[in-house]
Nanobody, 124 residues
């Protein structure tokens, strides 16, 4: 069982930046694909970004490309989401997730472990 904990959310004005952090229990962090998802009120959970364990391959949703970057620190067993030029439509609860296969998929059901989420609110 992998334990994930997100932090770094908060209230920010449009155009601002935040860095989300996901710390893990570290048992198998180096072998998991790590992803970020978000869920706004009344909407389904959606893929934001992910990074593979081997090769560090990344993918980002079209809505965040050029603004968000997923990164990972193997020494710290930590996943990051660097968010720049935030928009009100980025407001959501952000979740990190781990997948025991070294490929990126957009379907949340393909991820095995989840954190509790952190709220990001962007004011206009």
């Amino acid at each position: 069982q992998e334990h994930l904990v997100e932090s770094g959310g908060g209230l920010v004005q449009a155009g601002g930046s935040l860095r989300l952090t996901c710390t893990t229990s570290g048992r198998a962090f180096s072998s998991y694909t790590m992803g970020w998802f978000r869920q706004a009120p009344g909407k389904e959970r959606e893929f934001v970004a992910a990074i593979t364990a081997i090769g560090g391959v990344t993918d980002h949703a079209d809505s965040v490309k050029g603004r968000f970057t997923a990164d990972r620190d193997y020494a710290k067993n930590t996943l990051y989401l660097i968010m720049n030029n935030l928009k009100p439509e980025d407001t959501a609860v952000y979740y990190c997730a781990a997948r025991q296969v070294n490929t990126i998929v957009f379907n949340p059901a393909a991820y095995d472990y989840w954190g509790q989420g952190t709220q990001v609110t962007v004011s206009s």
